[in-house]
């Protein structure tokens, strides 16, 4: 990455020595002074999507680098947020604490990125709708989820490839008669793993994830370019290939575990264990857009997610105990006459 005075000076507009910012919804640079769009997109765009080897057996290569960049440093959550360009909060865009100045350490450099295709005020839109639909909610929450602070985020996340030669053991049910007993079976079976989405960093929460798993194509990528961040935060890498590994191997277990037993195919399956030999390993160091909507309800901090991608929205939100219980009143209700229909029915 570059310095960030070398970053200021590329992002000032080559008309008026303004400003400038990534705009989603033109997909250029925006001068805020005059206006004027520069494009980011090159002819090399198309090597974004490329992947790169890794061999456990040999030590990594990939060396981290300095960049000299002030980062804002949460003291409530520990996340380090790296603005490109002038600083646009002074709040903790993962947990909306505060944050303290203070200068980066040694990063992996990014590979790619998927730039913001949803604007502010789409996101906003999205949060707004998401809220409003949610079953008995308290009254007042989308006023006062209307009040939150929105803030667009680059999250670290991998990718990774992998061809597995599985051997397994495992158990399944027979029945006969009344009787169940179980039998004991074995395998081999081989599986690709392609894209396999993983967070690069421990404040990448389930909410971020899932608010962008399902949106990723690495078609989108384009290349690592500073102005792409211009007005937006980022988390920079700083997993080794190993680690990242080691973040998916939950992931990878209960995929591997799922598929056999829709290999065994049989009632009631259940893996007693299995070994895999992990070879063509490739991956991806990349960055990937999300708003995070942050207010809070009744003193309990809560976020909305909402991807930077297609708009995709998940999010927290609180209950009114009140219209919990008028809905579990009618439901009772509705039980009880359909009860007492079917039994009159029952009488004719």
Known sequence: MQTSETLQKDLQCATCAGQNVYDPAQQCLVCESCGTTTALDTPDDHK??????????????????????????????????????????????????????????????????????????????????????????????????????VVGLYVPFWTFDSEEAVDYWATYKVRSGKRTSRRSTSGEMHISFDDMLVPASPHVTPLIRDG??????????????????????????????????????????????????RHVGKSGTRVTSYMTDSTGIHYRRILLPVWILHYEYAGRAKKVVVCGIEGRTYGERPFSMLKLAGYSALLTLATVLLGLAWGAGGLL
């Open 48 to 149: 974004a999507a490329e992947e790169f080897a890794y061999d456990p057996a040999t030590p990594e290569a990939d060396p981290r680098t300095t960049d000299n960049s002030i980062v804002h440093h949460c003291e409530t959550c520990g996340g380090d947020v790296v603005f490109v360009g002038r600083s646009l909060s002074e709040r903790c865009a993962y947990c909306d604490g505060p944050v303290v100045m203070r200068w980066g350490d040694q990063a992996f450099q990014t590979m790619a990125l998927i730039p913001f295709r949803i604007a502010e005020r789409d996101a906003q839109r999205n949060a707004q709708k998401w809220i409003k639909g949610r079953l008995a909610a308290p009254s007042n929450l989308a006023a006062i989820a209307a009040k939150g602070r």
């Open 212 to 261: 962008i798993l399902h949106e990723f194509d690495p078609s989108r990528l384009r290349p690592y370019r500073p102005g792409y961040l211009a007005g937006f935060g980022a988390e920079q890498h700083h997993q080794t290939v190993s680690e990242g590994l080691d973040a998916n191997a939950g992931d990878k277990d209960i995929l591997i575990r799922n598929k056999i037993k």
